[in-house]
């Protein structure tokens, strides 16, 4: 198995570690599997502008636009 390794700031490494819960993993590799899975997925369903939308949830929050470009 390829071994990679980064810095991250603390933002980042702040979000690493909701995620875990958030994607019941208990590693950060486990986070960034799941979040390359899910980024793949939303990729594969963008507009033709890059963006992709997120629904209204049930809840009443709004739906949100994401850009994947650039």
């Known amino acids: 198995m ?3 390794s980064f810095e991250v700031d603390e ?3 702040g979000m690493i570690e909701r995620l875990r819960g ?3 993993v208990k ?3 486990g ?3 799941k979040a390359l ?3 793949s997925i939303a990729s ?3 507009d033709a502008d890059g963006t992709i939308t997120i629904a209204p949830s049930e809840d009443g929050k709004p ?3 994401v850009s994947l470009a650039g």
């Open 44 to 46: 594969q369903h963008a």
């Open 27 to 29: 590693t950060n590799a």
């Open 37 to 39: 899975a899910l980024a």
């Open 2 to 4: 390829a071994v990679t």
């Open 11 to 13: 933002r980042t490494a």
């Open 31 to 33: 986070v960034i599997r």
């Open 63 to 65: 739906a949100v636009k």
């Open 22 to 24: 958030t994607f019941g």
